[in-house]
Every structure is written in structure tokens, then in C-alpha cells.
């Protein structure tokens, strides 16, 4: 690939578009550090309040609530120490003062290093990203909807891991892979220390999407259509019979999306759609540990579509969203089985670094609980305010 090329590549590390994809290029506006002949530090914060009112109050409590809460509350880290090396570090305190638990701690929720060898061969060691959905690698400071759905997290590590991943883009980044070993599921509970192994393959028909991460919506600057497969995989995750120890189960599970995007003269219109499979041998029906997920047997998937009309209205940029989400949980009674329906709009005042989102989100069990407000049909309208610095 061309010289030229490949430094767009590094400076996409540089601006935090790597690993974490958390912040977009066009939104970075923190002030950079220059040291040395190649070497710079970059400083951002972020923060998303949210106002959100729902139709219960607690898992026991069925009567309406309305809570304001710091959904996401980051300063990040992000720069070269020379041409071929970046790093990233992000500080998170998020969900703070959400039902009445304010002063949460701060953790580092990123926290790597990348090598940036070649187009088609780079590295990231550290914590960061897990590669196995899409919407889990869309930044979530550039999401579509509000937020992701419950089925684009993994069972084990949550939205990030620790260990090292190998990626690369392809005949002009026409195609990407990534290889991803880390730590997945720990702890006495796990029979056998496995790696977790996590590959994923895409195809971008039309604009290459050459970075680690995502974007839920690129607002009309480019045209895309993505094709994406990966496949997760830990040996020897859970006990079937967790007294006994007996009956080890490995835990598997794959995905299929697809992402659309193109600006039209009428507006640019956003499609996004994607496939979950989640298993680990049934151990969950069985008698397995106490701290074994529910979600290690979950089929889901989710459906979103995005409307951003061509001129400004006011000061800024309007978009319509919605999406549709279905979970089946192999459980018995199906209490967690459910579909969601959620639209809204995004106010974009100065694109993604100042937004006005506006939600509303039904959920439909197929089966409700009888005295658990939480498991029964329910709704929560949220507004929220974006900054990017």
C-alpha cells in the first residue's frame, strides 16, 4: 500500500481510533503534546449524561422512576512514542449516581499498547476491545441508537480483555482480519486455564473501514457496506455439574453483520443488522457454578435503521433512528426472553463532540414475570447530552 496510506493508518492510532475506536478523528479536540522527533501525547475527555425515566423503579417495585446519572465519564491518553509505536489509556467512572450509587471509583477501562508494522500486520497488547461483535467495536461515543443491545456483549470479560491481538487490512483494506488470545473467563470456578481465542473477518464492499473500531454512523462522510464473521472460543470454560467437578464444557459462539451507509441527495440512510450464537454445552441447565452467566446460552440478534436528513435544522443536524432487538435465552420458562423496539433521534450541534439524543425503549417479554417488575413488559425514555473535548 502507499506510503501515504500508511501513515493515515498511524495517525487514525494516534487520534484513539485503534484498539478502543472510542473517539473519533473529527471530534478530537484536546490539546497535544509534542516531545521528542516522533512522539506526542494527546489529552480528551468525554461525558454523556443521561436522563432516563422508567415504568418501574426496582427489580421489586413497579412503580415509575425517573434517574439523572453520568452514563460515561472518561479522560484518555492516546498518542505515538515513535513511528511504529502508539499507546492508549483511558480513565472511566461511568454510570455514576445512577440509582442512588454516586461516587463510583475510577478505573482504567483501557489501558494498551499497538505496533503498527505494516498495513497488513499489527499488534495490540494490553486491555482493550474484545473483538467478536461489531456493535461492541462501534465507539460508543459514536453509536446510532443510544446504546449497544444486551446480545453484542460477550459472557466472559465483558466489552474489554486483557491479552494481545494481531490484525491487518487487505488488498487495500478491502478485507481485514484480526486474531485476538486473552484471558476470557478466570477464577476458581473455571476448570482449566484456557486462553480465549477470538478471530474475526470483514469485507468492505465499497469505503474501506480500516480501523480496529467502529462507527454506528459516519454522518454521510463515507459509503460504506461491510460484511463481518468472527467466531469466540475457550476451552474447558465451566463444570456442567459444578459439586461434582464433572463435566467440563468449552464455551463457543459466532456472529454474522452487516453494515450500511450512503448519503443520497434526499439524506443519508444507515442500515445496520447482525446474528448472535452463544453456547457452553447447556452447562447452565445443568448444576454449574454460581457466577456462570446466563448469556453463555443465548441466541440474539438486532436490526437498526438510521435517517440523517441532508440540510441543517437550526444550528445543527437531525437524524432519526430505530431498532428492534430479540434475545432467547435457552432457559427454562423463557423469563428472559424478550423483544425490543426502541426509536429516537440524534441532535447533532457540532457532530459527535456536542448531541442531543432522544430515546424510547419497549420491552416485551414472552413470558413475564409475575411479581418482578424488571422481567415484565416495561419501557424507559431517555434524553441524553454528549461532549467530547
Request: glycine residues 8%; negative net charge.
Amino acid at each position: 500500500m502507499k506510503k501515504k496510506h500508511t501513515r493515515s493508518f498511524r495517525r487514525s492510532l494516534l487520534a484513539g481510533l485503534a484498539a478502543a475506536a472510542v473517539l473519533p478523528a473529527v471530534s478530537q479536540a484536546g490539546p497535544i503534546i509534542e516531545f521528542g522527533e516522533n512522539s506526542s501525547l494527546q489529552i480528551n475527555y468525554a461525558l454523556q449524561v443521561w436522563a432516563t425515566n422508567s415504568s418501574y423503579t426496582s427489580a421489586t417495585h413497579d412503580g415509575s422512576s425517573t434517574d439523572v446519572y453520568l452514563r460515561r465519564n472518561r479522560l484518555t491518553f492516546s498518542g505515538q512514542y515513535n513511528d511504529y509505536i502508539g499507546f492508549y489509556a483511558q480513565l472511566e467512572s461511568g454510570n455514576d449516581s445512577k440509582a442512588g450509587n454516586d461516587d463510583r471509583e475510577i478505573y482504567y477501562r483501557d489501558a494498551y499498547i499497538t505496533l503498527d508494522y505494516t498495513d497488513e500486520l499489527r499488534f495490540i497488547v494490553g486491555r482493550f476491545k474484545n473483538t467478536f461483535s461489531r456493535e461492541n467495536l462501534e465507539a460508543c461515543l459514536e453509536p446510532l441508537s443510544l446504546d449497544r443491545g444486551d446480545a453484542s456483549y460477550t459472557p466472559f470479560a465483558g466489552s474489554r480483555d486483557t491479552g494481545l491481538a494481531i490484525w491487518g487490512n487487505l488488498s487495500d483494506a478491502a478485507f481485514q482480519y484480526r486474531v485476538l488470545v486473552a484471558d476470557g473467563r478466570e477464577g476458581e470456578v473455571v476448570p482449566k486455564k484456557s486462553p480465549r481465542v477470538t478471530t474475526r473477518l470483514h469485507w468492505s464492499a465499497l469505503d474501506p473501514e480500516y480501523d480496529y473500531g467502529y462507527r454506528g454512523t459516519y454522518l454521510g462522510t463515507r459509503k460504506i457496506l461491510t460484511f463481518g464473521v468472527a467466531y469466540d472460543f475457550q476451552a474447558d470454560a465451566a463444570y456442567d455439574d459444578y459439586d461434582q467437578k464433572t463435566g467440563i464444557q468449552d464455551y463457543k459462539a459466532w456472529t454474522a453483520d452487516a453494515f450500511f451507509e450512503y448519503p443520497f441527495k434526499s439524506g443519508t440512510y444507515t442500515l445496520s443488522a447482525a446474528y448472535f450464537d452463544y453456547g457452553l454445552g447447556n452447562a447452565i441447565n445443568k448444576s454449574p457454578d454460581p457466577l456462570l452467566p446466563t448469556t453463555t446460552e443465548l441466541e440474539g440478534f438486532y436490526v437498526k435503521a438510521g435517517y440523517l436528513l441532508p440540510n441543517p435544522v437550526g444550528p445543527g443536524r437531525l437524524q432519526f433512528f430505530a431498532r428492534h432487538d430479540g434475545s432467547e435465552y435457552q432457559l427454562p420458562g423463557g423469563l428472559l426472553d424478550r423483544r425490543v423496539n426502541a426509536f429516537g433521534a440524534n441532535y447533532y450541534i457540532n457532530g459527535q463532540s456536542l448531541k442531543i439524543t432522544l430515546e424510547h425503549r419497549e420491552y416485551d417479554y414472552a413470558n413475564p414475570h409475575p411479581s418482578t417488575p424488571v422481567l415484565q413488559d416495561n419501557y424507559q425514555t431517555t434524553l441524553g447530552l454528549q461532549f467530547i473535548l
